[in-house]
């Protein structure tokens, strides 16, 4: 019912920058809330950051003040811009979108992008 695709991922040196993508398709209606979270090996998965349909926005403390979550409702897209990368950002990162398809509310989840910050 609902495609997410992502793009954008990569290996980028310590202190680089990567903005990730996440495109929505499918029989939606409308979406609510939209977001990335992270995966690191051993470690259970995590919001990012997530914004809503009114543009307001949540960050993880780890990543305050260095990554910007945006959307473009035009498109059905949410980014991620990562900036002053670390090696503790390695993770594969996945968005998460919150959407009506039909008379019901569907939570979706990409297939996931690896980030890998490394010198």
């Known amino acids: 019912q609902v495609q997410l695709v992502e793009s954008g991922g990569g290996l980028v040196q310590p202190g680089g920058s990567l903005r990730l993508s996440c495109a929505a398709s499918?029989?939606?209606?409308?979406?609510?809330?939209m977001g990335w979270y992270r995966q690191a090996p051993g470690k259970q998965r995590e919001l990012v950051a997530a914004?809503?349909?009114?543009?307001?926005?949540n960050y993880a403390d780890s990543v305050k003040g260095r990554f910007i979550i945006s959307r473009d409702n035009a498109k059905n897209t949410v980014y991620l811009e990562m900036n002053s990368l670390k090696p503790e950002d390695t993770a594969v990162y996945y968005c998460?979108?919150?959407?009506?398809?039909?008379?019901?509310?569907?939570?979706?989840w990409g297939q996931g992008t690896q980030v890998t910050v490394s010198s």
């Open positions: 998460n979108v919150e959407c009506r398809v039909g008379v019901s509310s569907v939570s979706s």
């Open positions: 499918g029989s939606i209606i409308s979406i609510n809330a």
């Open positions: 914004i809503t349909s009114g543009t307001s926005t």
